[in-house]
């Protein structure tokens, strides 16, 4: 039989073209070394994953039989590497038990790879009993490891970013961003791989029909290796750093920590360090001339701020005396001006100090201005004078 590579092989084996290279540049990177190395292993497995598709609309299975339980496809690896690069990112290291983590991947690979070893005639037979009895155990496991890993995922990124804001004003230039869209992909993938398996399983939808959950693998696969490359080298402080920042010790009379927060604060406005998108609490501390510890209490303590908060309200402030100004620039610029480093920051930051949105805020300036310029008789709150009796 002749091989054909029709447009669902082509798109899957151009999908691999792409991705091939990209896990081999990942692996090669000097920053991050240990998660980039972890996003192309997580690349190469998920490329196995839709390899047996590829090859078999190809007709490879047709040609040689003996290909049948290649063990390429490990799909029950893809949720553990998440785990892994989530981890790696955050501490260049894996998380505790780690390698327990493994174990269903390679349960379901030594199943494979027994099953592909066993002699032709009884290939057929077995491939009978294994996809109605252990195929549905792997696609559950998948199912519940998927969704056990990014809920874990999920947890590590919210004590990482509550552990950032006390060190950085903008956590989006540490790429926590990347972190949490690269969780949200998984979580998209996994709701819908996990509706496709158990519709198949009440509904067989066959071959040609499972076609389009590889196809969304794939486009999957190429979003993770090409953003996971663009932010490869984004600077990721450890989560252990961030966690033990040192403590203030007083020797003498206590400190007025909200009297010198305030100080501290108004030395910061006044010379303007909030604009420097890359200022963070070890700049900021030397500036002032004092210690991350001290700096850290003043505000915790003294203004009940953490650093992001208290940073990000003066540049927030710092837009405001512009709009208030009539500055007419957009906000974005004025926001990339005062030091944000992402309209999703600034905007979040803006709400919170004025509970309501830029543009919002703009145009409340403006109907104000205008409300004011109106003559005393023609503005809606002015009182009528009383019309003298004849």
């Given amino acids: 039989m002749d091989l054909v590579f029709g447009w669902r092989s082509a798109m899957l084996l151009s999908a691999t073209v792409v991705l091939l290279p990209l896990a081999a540049a990942l692996a090669s990177s000097l920053r991050n070394r240990r998660a980039n190395r972890t996003l192309a292993l997580m690349i190469l497995v998920l490329v196995g994953v839709f390899t047996p598709w590829l090859i078999g609309f190809a007709g490879f299975y047709d040609r040689w039989r003996w290909l049948t339980f290649l063990p390429v496809a490990v799909p ?54 294994a996809f109605l009895v252990f195929t549905p155990i792997f696609s559950l496991a998948l199912i519940g490891s998927f969704a056990m890993h990014i ?50 399983w009440f509904d067989p939808l066959g071959y040609t029909g499972l076609m389009w959950l590889y196809l ?3 486009a999957a696969a190429l979003f993770l290796a090409i953003e996971g490359w663009r932010h490869g080298g984004a600077p990721f402080p450890e989560l252990s750093t961030l966690e033990r920042r040192p ?20 030395r910061t ?40 908060a208290f940073i990000n309200g003066l540049r927030s402030r710092a837009v405001i005396a512009r709009l208030d100004a ?3 620039r957009d906000v974005l610029s004025l926001a990339l001006e ?7 920051s600034f905007n979040r930051a803006f709400r919170a100090t004025t509970g309501m949105t830029p543009s919002q805020y703009r145009t409340q300036v403006a109907e104000t201005k ?17 019309i003298p009796s004849a």
Avoid at 79 to 97: E, I, S
Avoid at 102 to 119: K, N, R, T, Y
Avoid at 247 to 266: T, V, Y
């Fill in 247 to 266: 403590a203030a010790h007083d020797k003498g009379p206590a400190r007025d920590w909200a009297r010198q927060g305030a100080e501290w604060a108004e």
């Fill in 216 to 218: 969304m693998i794939a």
């Fill in 151 to 200: 809920v874990a995922s999920l947890r590590l990124l919210r004590r990482y970013r509550r552990a950032l804001a006390h060190v950085v004003g903008d956590d989006a230039r540490f790429a926590a961003r990347w972190l949490s869209t690269a969780i949200a992909a998984f979580g998209l993938l996994w709701s819908i791989w996990a509706a496709v398996l158990i519709w198949d």
């Fill in 326 to 328: 009539g500055d007419t």
């Fill in 269 to 308: 406005r006044a010379a303007g360090w909030a604009n420097d998108p890359d200022i963070d609490v070890a700049t900021l501390a030397r500036l002032l001339g004092t210690n991350t510890a001290y700096l850290s209490r003043a505000l915790n303590e003294g203004l009940g701020l953490n650093y992001a």
């Fill in 338 to 344: 005062v030091g944000f480093a992402s309209k999703a």
């Fill in 370 to 386: 205008n409300h004011a310029a109106l003559p005393e008789m023609r503005r809606p709150d002015a009182v009528p004078p009383s």
């Fill in 76 to 129: 029950l690896l893809v949720p553990a590497l998440l785990r892994f690069y989530v981890h790696a990112l955050m501490g260049d290291t894996l998380p505790p038990r780690w390698r327990a983590m493994l174990v269903p991947g390679i349960v379901e690979f030594g199943f494979q790879a027994i099953s592909f070893c066993l002699p032709m005639p009884w290939k057929d037979h077995w491939a009978d009993i």
